[in-house]
């Protein structure tokens, strides 16, 4: 799940090094690079919410309450 975003986000920042865009091209890469982004904030922000869940789990001795 992590890793897609991420290597998309790599393929794009090759794909911009080595072409010269012009401004439809460039405003296409910065929507996908948005997206792209968007999708990995929501990934980290669950992981996030998973960490939190089970580090009170583990402050409350495993019961989970």
Do not use: C
């Amino acid at each position: 799940v992590l890793r897609r975003p991420v290597t998309s986000l790599l393929a794009l920042a090759e794909l911009i090094e080595s072409d010269d865009l012009d401004a439809g091209e460039a405003q296409y890469y910065i929507k996908y690079i948005k997206g792209v982004s968007e999708e990995l904030e929501r990934f980290t922000r669950r992981l996030h919410d998973v960490y939190a869940h089970k580090s009170e789990i583990i402050r409350n001795g495993g019961s989970g309450h």
